[in-house]
């Protein structure tokens, strides 16, 4: 995430832009003799706006939001041009994806593009002008990336189905059905100064606990706590710890790792490559829930991915269960760092993620090999302390459960 945001500077962009223009228009009233050449606008026609500093078009540019940046490339054949730049829309993804609260399997960009050189795999802008041939296509296109998933353009991205589907989920709704269960496990509901799982218990404004099911009992782990989503849907969440209390307790005074009783090691070749299988009580487990809930240490510098991610793809392996079941991602600090706090700690106003002083969630995804999973998964940035962000990721999940939200 920092080497290609350091290959790509503002100058850069207006480099771009600036060659761009001088491309698009000419200073005299003699056309270029080239009929294959797009024509060329008289500098006199230009408007306005058209004519202001490439300097100050850029800065108006990064103070819009994405759908007023598109309006404007409405406005005129300079502007659509310019607005389709894709150094330009790949500076404002590098700028803005550390801060994204979510991302999930359908909006996340490749980032193995943008950490390539854009000049060996894009048109240069000057190409991509009105008349162009269709077979000079940018073979990433920044834009639309950026548009899948930036939050604010992301509901036409969003999960749906098909109209048989929402028929058939219609008449399933008559039916008395059991609430779906998800199980619960990561570092995050053990290392935070903050427990999520007791401020959840104690959140009536947020969750609602419904019930705490006597049936349905899982060897060893319990029936779990049910919770009512928005005074309609009930789900029932099994909380998977490590271990025991008072050795989690030590654990976090003494800033140190428990010996997962979740899993059990193998022995793998290379051993910087783990593989975990979950104990039979997890098994049982994996196999009665509807999908699963990881929560992450988003701590800036705290989480070591490769365990992480084998342990997560223990859980959902094929063998449990359906590939089809959904993984929600709870990327958790402890509580929302306010910016003025920041300021006054000169190692926290250094980090890369600048002000929130967390993991960002699409470095969050690409930490825990999310890409390489074939369930559908979400990343939503939570705060254990207030819960912000927990009802955005529950009401994904539940959608993605089959449930009508």
């Known amino acids: 995430m920092e080497a290609p945001?350091?290959?790509?500077?503002?100058?850069?962009?207006?480099?771009?832009?600036?060659?761009?223009?001088?491309?698009?228009?000419?200073?005299?009233c003699q056309l270029e003799s080239d009929s294959n050449q797009s024509p060329k606008i008289p500098v006199e026609d230009a408007s306005l706006l058209d004519r202001i500093p490439v300097d100050v078009q850029f800065l108006i540019l990064t103070l819009l939001p994405p759908e007023d940046i598109c309006r404007l490339g409405a406005t005129s054949r300079y502007w659509r041009a310019l607005v389709r730049d894709p150094l330009l829309w790949k500076?404002?993804?590098?700028?803005?994806?550390?801060h994204w609260s979510s991302i999930d399997h359908v909006t996340m960009p490749k980032l193995e593009a943008l950490a390539s050189d854009i000049c060996s795999n894009d048109l240069q802008l000057e190409e991509r002008v009105e008349g162009e041939e269709q077979d000079n296509v940018s073979k990433y296109d920044y834009m639309a990336e950026y548009m899948k998933g930036h939050p604010a353009c992301r509901q036409k991205w969003q999960f749906s189905r098909p109209p048989y589907e929402v028929v058939t989920s219609f008449l399933t709704s008559l039916?008395?059905?059991?609430?779906?269960?998800?199980?619960?496990?990561?570092?995050?509901?053990?290392?935070?100064?903050?427990?999520?799982?007791?401020?959840?218990?104690?959140a009536p404004?947020?969750?609602?606990?419904?019930?705490?099911?006597?049936?349905?009992q899982i060897n060893g782990i319990g029936s779990g706590i049910s919770y009512t989503y928005n005074h309609q849907h009930k789900l029932n969440i099994l909380t998977l710890y490590s271990t025991n209390r008072a050795e989690r307790d030590r654990a976090r005074v003494g800033q140190y790792s428990v010996n997962d009783k979740l899993f059990t090691s193998e022995d793998t070749d290379p051993p910087s490559c783990p593989m975990f299988i979950p104990n039979p009580q997890v098994q049982e487990v994996c196999q009665a829930v509807s999908g699963f809930i990881y929560v992450a240490n988003a701590e800036p510098g705290q989480g070591d991915?490769?365990?992480?991610?084998?342990?997560?793809?223990?859980?959902?392996?094929?063998?449990?269960?359906s590939t089809a079941r959904p993984l929600l991602v709870l990327s958790c600090v402890s509580r929302e760092r306010l910016k003025e706090d920041l300021e006054a700690d000169a190692a926290l106003?250094?980090?890369?993620?600048?002000?929130?002083?967390?993991?960002?969630?699409?470095?969050?995804?690409?930490?825990?090999?999310?890409?390489?999973?074939?369930?559908?998964?979400?990343?939503?940035?939570?705060?254990?302390?207030?819960?912000s962000g927990l009802?955005?990721?529950?009401?994904?999940?539940?959608?993605?459960?089959?449930?009508?939200?």
């Open 175 to 202: 039916l008395p059905s059991s609430e779906p269960r998800y199980a619960m496990f990561g570092p995050g509901i053990e290392q935070l100064d903050v427990s999520m799982v007791t401020r959840l218990m104690h």
């Open 91 to 98: 500076y404002f993804l590098l700028r803005d994806m550390p």
């Open 391 to 405: 009802l955005d990721g529950i009401s994904w999940l539940l959608r993605y459960s089959g449930l009508r939200i």
């Open 305 to 321: 991915g490769t365990v992480e991610a084998a342990k997560i793809q223990a859980m959902l392996s094929p063998a449990w269960g």
């Open 205 to 216: 404004d947020v969750l609602p606990v419904a019930a705490i099911p006597s049936g349905r």
């Open 5 to 28: 945001t350091e290959k790509l500077s503002e100058s850069l962009v207006i480099r771009s832009l600036k060659r761009f223009r001088d491309q698009l228009f000419y200073n005299t």
């Open 349 to 387: 106003r250094t980090t890369p993620t600048g002000a929130r002083c967390r993991t960002p969630s699409v470095e969050m995804a690409q930490r825990l090999r999310l890409p390489q999973l074939p369930n559908p998964w979400m990343v939503q940035d939570t705060v254990a302390e207030s819960l």
